[in-house]
């Protein structure tokens, strides 16, 4: 099955080494052994495979390949110096592609560094729109297909749900046993699953880790850096305040998304409005990926209450403003009173269960699968 990034990962490949992050089995593998089979001559080696690793820490792999595909180097110690001298001394013809399921976010701070030296590209889950392209679905049927089932495309292709259902109970015991090992010590990880059944009864709102450090007994600075790994891993996604002010941002209570919509609990909704978030991130990361543009996710919250669910800005200027209603085509007070203070920005309420389009003067009603299949992936 092609995947959104294929073409723009062969393009970039041609130019510089890629590093391609997302998810724990979101599809980077499966993406990076087509480009091998399409390739003669092309080697995939993986660090957490013994006979891989002893290829990898000999770097004994063919000089001749065309493609050489090296999957979670970030466990390897002193990964950084190791992968600039492969970049670096690599042959001219060979292109390169480094994959993993952390986040890989310290190529950017590491002094000597490898910048200027890669492309990066994020693989997220299966959206509206490349689940109707791939399966000729009709966008309703593709939506309520994903808010079923998740965009993770081993629970989308699934059977069953059964089948679907136990795929995602082995993997949110797989990635808190083995992947937050990786970032914490043992005994962490009893309290980093409690952390994780919590967030997911509380997405979509404010999240205080002051209140969760007293549930659990904990530190809230424990609780930051446990938030902090749970984001590098593609577990969850924080989306903070819109504020012109970075810090001021910070500091605000952000709210809790998860990748993977089965893994939240609540009503349908909340997994409405967390499968919109995953649509909107997907996009935002398209286009810092492929434009560098400076795009990226909010949500609105005022000091009497009134909330809009998300927001896009392009830099300190808002250009989209998103609430999400399962069926209430009623205009939502709060939008249509920031629609007006930021004229700007385009005002979107999406509905889920929508009986008619309309516009109602800055605010837009629309038919949530339609809109979100339009966006760009």
């Not at 002893?54 to 065309?66: D, E, F, I, K």
């Not at 990635?175 to 009864?201: G, P």
């Not at 209140?211 to 600075?221: A, E, P, Y």
């Not at 249509?336 to 008619?356: D, G, S």
């Amino acid at each position: 099955m092609k995947r959104y990034l294929d073409t723009r990962l062969r393009q970039d490949l041609a130019h510089k080494m890629v590093v391609l992050t997302g998810p724990r089995q979101v599809g980077k593998t499966t993406l990076s052994r087509q480009l091998v089979a399409e390739l003669p001559g092309a080697q995939y080696l993986n660090y957490d495979v013994a006979a891989h690793r002893a290829v990898m820490l000999g770097q004994n792999w063919r000089a001749s390949a065309p493609l050489l595909v090296l999957d979670e180097i970030h466990k390897m110690a002193g990964w950084k110096g190791w992968l600039k001298g492969v970049a670096d001394g690599r042959p001219l013809a060979q292109q390169l592609l480094v994959t993993s399921s952390a986040r890989m976010d310290t190529f950017r701070h590491s002094g000597e560094s490898l910048a200027g030296r890669y492309f990066r590209l994020r693989l997220h889950p299966f959206s509206v729109r490349e689940w109707s392209e791939q399966m000729q679905a009709t966008p309703q049927v593709a939506l309520t297909h994903l808010l079923a089932r998740g965009g993770f495309p081993e629970p989308a292709l699934a059977q069953t749900d059964n089948d679907a259902q136990r795929w995602r109970n082995d993997y949110f015991a797989g990635m808190v046993r083995e992947d937050v090992l990786e970032f914490s010590r043992l005994q962490e990880v009893n309290t980093m699953r409690l952390f994780v059944e919590m967030l997911r009864s509380r997405v979509g709102s404010p999240l205080s880790l002051a209140s969760l450090s007293r549930d659990l007994n904990i530190s809230s600075v424990t609780l930051g850096k446990y938030l902090d790994i749970l984001q590098a891993l593609f577990i969850v996604f924080v989306v903070r305040p819109w504020h012109r002010n970075i810090a001021r941002a910070t500091l605000q209570a952000p709210k809790v998304y998860f990748y993977d919509i089965g893994l939240v609990l609540g009503d349908e909704g909340i997994r409405f409005e967390n499968l919109v978030a995953c649509h909107l991130l997907k996009n935002v990361h398209w286009q810092q990926d492929t434009r560098g543009a400076p795009v990226d996710l909010h949500y609105i919250r005022t000091k009497d209450e009134a909330e809009v669910d998300f927001c896009l800005s392009a830099g300190d200027t808002l250009t989209h403003l998103i609430e999400c209603k399962l069926s209430d085509a009623k205009p939502h007070r709060a939008l249509a009173r920031f629609a007006e203070q930021w004229p700007q920005a385009q005002a979107v309420q999406l509905v889920r269960e929508c009986k008619a389009e309309a516009d109602m003067a800055r605010l837009k009603i629309r038919d949530a699968a339609h809109w979100m299949a339009a966006l760009a992936v």
